[in-house]
């Protein structure tokens, strides 16, 4: 253009400066400011403030965006518009409710449609912002209910702060839906924890139709892309749904989305999660491009199947191809603590900011403690806890302290551990029941009981043991004396008829797992009845011999149950999968992956 003897106005400049902000063109958008400078009327032309604005923040220079906006002449909706974007999207969520403040309040202008759809996600995440909900109220008064992009925003608020009715809601009232409407929807599900929500939404989502709004003849159907697999697959994943999440993976390689990375990560983690660490590498291996959340997913798999030294591995061939971050550390601690590598896990929280660059935070020293509480150096724990710099959030630390406390039955400390965590968090209902199995498990009832009044008391309720199953297209779910299930009866019979082989080959109840004063035989009843015994029976009943079984359970998988799927893997010839709160347990041939340190 300059060849030609042509001089760019501010259309060819606001037309330009996008090409550098989506291809992240930093110099090149910083040259064709300085051309703004050189050239004065440019920096009165709001249209060229705007996408100056823009460049800026997508290529994550917000300081520079919030300068070019502030020294513009004329601040028009679109450059407002484009500051509180860039804020949003970069999670600055406190500065760009504040700027629609200075909006509302300064600018005599109206916000319209992009800028609610901007400014709604800062509200979600903005601490200081307390009453969300709000926001949907002015919507309305500004006569935007019924904006699609609005009502998408509004969709994800409600969703964000477990309002998960009202977003459904809206969704089912919105005139037209687009690929965004059914994917904030998915992901709202998942958020809240209602996967199988999730998925029955992705195959309505297929077989769907929205009318085109230029021509109603014309019907639009939608198609899963990139972002629908990547938030559908962790409901997979929650669910141990292998079947849906290997569904999923072949269409991925059929719409040719498996070689896009937040697809590729989403499948490791999907396939780890469904007890298939051979796929979930196959897949890791086979991705052409891994960043550093593909890197934190194959080495926590690796951790989750105890196969610490593995991990490692990862994490030494990682750093030479990407740095690792907070969560990758997480991962390793997490992978050394359930392979007993206690060594290497010290020495590597050591090298973290000397060799990494990295200030260990809250949730790094938990781990160390979880690390050092979980091989029973109790002691060495507390010395980590005491470490801790002012100002850290201590609660996972003392959390990981209790946790080993009930592993290793050591009262005192447990005591005064609880005691910490009930006076940082009263409502957790996690720290009460630790502390009644604490005292339950060295026959202390009197204790324990105190423990549950005042539990009760505060209106502080236990989670119930809840386990899973997939069979054929559905989730069948299983919760302690569960007797709801239309193969109830069937599954006591065969329960009660497998606990007489055991006995046989001689399997010993382990009833001090029942934390409850009752005799002995009730005991026995009890542990019979655990979600996730139910839920082997299920799969042994309702699965071809030498299918292997796969259950997921919510909480930590007790002393008896371990050993009754030793020998159940044994008597029935089947490899069992079992994945707990914390990892997974592969039984088979009577023996168990963790080898017994869990």
Known sequence: MGDEGLKPDGVTISSVLPACSHLELLETGKEIHAYVFRNGDLLRNSYVASALVDMYCNCKQVVSGRRVFDTAVDRRLALWNAMLTGYTQNGFYTEAVLLFMDLMTVSGLLPNPTTMASVLPACVHCKAFA????????????????????????????????KIDNAKYMFHDMESKDMVSWNTMITG???????????????????????DKFDGNIEVSFKPNSVTLMTVLPGCAALAALTKGKEIHNYAIRNGLEPDVAVGSALVDMYAKCGCLYMARRVFDRMPIRNVITWNVIIMAYGMHGEGEEALTLFENMVVEVKPNGVTFISVFAACSHSRMVDEGRQLFHKMKNEHGLEPNGDHYACVVDLLGRAGRLDEACEIIDSMPSGLDKV?????????????????????????????????ASHYVLLSNIYSSAGLWEK??????????????????????????????????????PQSER????????????????????????????????????????SERLAIAFGLLNTPPGTTIR???????????????????????????????????????????CRDYW
């Open 448 to 485: 324990a009981n105190k423990v549950r009044k005042n539990m009760k008391e505060t209106g502080v309720r236990k989670e119930p043991g809840c386990s899973w199953i997939e069979s054929g297209e559905k989730v069948h779910k299983f919760l302690a004396g569960d007797t709801s299930h």
């Open 189 to 211: 599900c998942v958020v809240c924890g209602y996967h199988e929500d999730a998925l029955v939404l992705l195959h309505e989502m297929q077989i769907a139709g929205e009318k």
């Open 396 to 428: 996972g630390a003392w959390s990981s302290l209790l946790g080993a406390c009930r592993i290793h039955q050591n009262v005192q400390l447990g005591e005064i551990s609880a005691l910490k965590l009930l006076e940082l968090e009263p409502n957790v």
């Open 131 to 162: 009453d969300k909900k709000a926001m949907h109220g002015y919507v309305l008064k500004l006569g935007l209910g019924k904006d699609r992009y609005v009502q998408n925003a509004l969709m994800d608020l409600y969703s964000r702060i477990g």
């Open 491 to 530: 599954l006591y019979e065969y329960l009660n008829d497998l606990f007489g082989r055991m006995k046989r080959e001689g399997y010993v109840v382990d009833t001090s797992c029942v934390l409850h004063n009752v005799d002995e035989q009730e005991k026995e009843n009890l542990l019979c009845g655990h």
């Open 551 to 593: 259950v997921a359970k919510n909480l930590r998988v007790c002393n008896d149950c371990h050993s009754a799927t030793k020998f159940i893997s044994r008597i029935v010839d089947r490899e069992i999968v079992v994945r707990d709160v914390r990892r997974f347990h592969h039984f088979k041939d009577g023996a168990c992956s």
